[in-house]
């Protein structure tokens, strides 16, 4: 499971905006530091980007919770969210948010 697959698939129940059947964007979530990328090449469906900000952070601090060790050095690492055209919508500093 991606990062952020992490929190988005635990979450109770069926999301409203899915339900109700209203329009919904794919979001990627990118990580990378000074020297490389890792992409998100799935994506998830997800009603808008301030959502987009809330699975993101959720996603960081369960990371962080679940493994302190791997997570221990998250200096320079940041997580940007991308829409399917590859327009990035923000960036979030990892060492901040897993704190």
Do not use: C
Request: glycine share 6%; aromatic share 8%.
């Amino acid at each position: 499971m991606n990062l952020a697959e992490t929190s988005y698939q635990q979450r109770e129940g069926s999301p409203t905006w899915l339900l109700h059947g209203e329009t919904k964007m794919r979001a990627y979530f990118h990580l990378k530091d000074r020297t490389e990328m890792i992409r998100d090449l799935d994506g998830i469906e997800i009603p808008d980007a301030e959502e987009a900000r809330v699975h993101a952070i959720e996603a960081i601090r369960e990371r962080h919770q679940e493994d302190r060790v791997l997570t221990q050095d998250w200096s320079g690492w940041s997580l940007s969210v991308a829409d399917a055209s590859g327009r990035v919508l923000f960036t979030l500093e990892l060492e901040e948010i897993g704190a």
